[in-house]
């Protein structure tokens, strides 16, 4: 009967479920403190310190020792568990890895979500729902049309009914993630490149105001709460994401930089790019907007430190070429990305979206998962 207690793996954790949330549902279903389970588990053959609570921190870290405990506890290799639970792959910065075993509850490394409530089923409690690690494409359940947020009691999201492009963008990046290895990668210097316009006043035109008018009806927040959620520019981001990995479009802007220098491939670019996100007038605009910039706007432009990269007589082939310096990215916080796209004080968008729970979760943003070449 003791045994059956303290059994976890009678409780699976799901797929990219962060190991507290994990260890939470475990123990909420017999009534017993997260902290005495883990002290069971962890305590098998000598002394165990656990620093923090769960109510400290989301996530729970455990050093090597500790990670040999829990997989001899639930009879479940460790790349099993690691590929269930990502947290365990590697030791926190913070714990020390020695003889002991260590535990930590620490607020996690990684955007994270709260899954799909019908997705789950009987694993989402009321006021618990599964934490998941999003990665690079898992924050929109296609099934129910919800973009996924970061909420740990309540499973909310965005309704997706009322925004197909945003579905339809969310396919294509699904399909990008799968088949171009430095797919997420590109995702991310594309985000860098749309923000580049979005700062320049481009939130001002129609097909991104009436996306504003739409979100912001579904989370019944104000517009200026829903303008710096990465869900606004999320379509144009995954269209430019997808020219920016393809190869023929490569070489055809390797030509024309070769005939015509650099200005011509970004020339050639924009109109692509303005042809697929249905602004035929990009081009134009950004040129009269670059006459008016200064020189360090232009050398700080990710575009142009991509076409760089792309046309350089050498060539580059590894990840090289989807970095994003930090003065070109899209902004982490959400306070900050308000100050550039909205009239009202950072501070007031910040506490509404929160409110909606709309300051967490996926963000195009580089994460600390390891390439694609390399294995935890
Ligand atoms: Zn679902």
Known sequence: M????????????????????WIRRATARYGLPAQDLLRGILAGRGRVQVTGTPS??????????????????????????TGLLPSLAATHERL???????????????AWVAACPPCTGRACQPGRPVLVYPEAAGHVCQRHQRWLLAH???????????????????RRHLVLVRAHPWGADAVVLAAAVVWSWQVQGWQSEAIWQDRVRRVAAVMRCSPTAVMPHALLPYPE?????????????????????????????????????????NRPWLTDWLTARTRVSCKDVVAGDPLHQW??????????TSDGLWTVSQTAARPIEYSDRASF????????????????????????????????????
């Open 2 to 21: 003791h045994d059956l207690v303290l059994t976890p793996v009678r409780v699976p954790p799901l797929t990219k479920e962060l190991t507290g949330s």
């Open 237 to 277: 981001t995954i269209a430019v994401a997808r020219l920016l990995v393809d190869h023929r479009w490569q070489q055809r802007l390797r030509e024309a930089a070769a005939g015509d220098g650099l200005r011509s491939a970004a020339g050639l670019f924009l109109q692509e790019a303005g042809r697929r996100i």
């Open 152 to 170: 740990a009691e309540n499973p909310a999201s965005i309704p997706l009914r009322t925004l197909p492009e945003v579905l339809g963008a969310h």
């Open 96 to 110: 020390v890895d020695d003889e002991i075993a260590r535990a930590a509850w620490y607020v996690p490394r990684q």
């Open 341 to 376: 796209l909205t009239q009202s004080r950072p501070r007031a968008v910040y506490d509404e979206a929160k409110e909606a729970s709309l300051t967490g979760g996926w963000e195009p943003v580089p994460s600390p998962r390891p390439g694609p070449a390399s294995s935890p």
């Open 56 to 81: 400290t921190g989301l996530e729970l870290f455990l050093n090597t020792p500790a990670r040999a405990e829990l997989t001899r506890f639930t009879g479940l290799p460790l790349d099993r568990l």
């Open 307 to 316: 076409l760089q990269r792309i046309t350089a007589a050498t060539g580059i």
